[in-house]
């Protein structure tokens, strides 16, 4: 799909790249590969791009603020 492969590259290329985080360096992408809970985890905690994010600690918090 060439609308994710975009995705991927756009992640990979900023400095809060959820692939990076939890891989690491890698230059070999396996989409079929099986991930650990602490994998999918580290992958969920922080969402954003190098300018700007949010972690799910500080997305709680918000919430909890709303209600």
Same mark, same amino acid.
């Given at each position: 799909? /060439?609308? +994710? $492969? &975009?995705?991927? $590259? =756009?992640?990979?290329e900023n400095n809060f @790249?959820?692939? &990076? &985080? #939890?891989?690491?360096?890698?230059?070999?992408?396996? /989409?079929? %590969?099986? #991930? @650990? &809970? +602490?994998? +999918?985890? =580290?992958? $969920?905690?922080?969402?954003?791009?190098? %300018?700007e994010g949010i972690s =799910?600690?500080? =997305? $709680?918090?918000?919430?909890?603020?709303?209600?």
């Amino acid at each position: 799909d /060439p609308a +994710a $492969l &975009r995705a991927v $590259l =756009a992640d990979a290329e900023n400095n809060f @790249s959820n692939i &990076r &985080r #939890v891989f690491g360096y890698t230059r070999l992408f396996r /989409p079929d %590969k099986t #991930v @650990s &809970r +602490a994998e +999918a985890a =580290a992958v $969920l905690w922080y969402f954003g791009d190098q %300018k700007e994010g949010i972690s =799910a600690q500080m =997305a $709680l918090r918000q919430s909890d603020n709303l209600q």
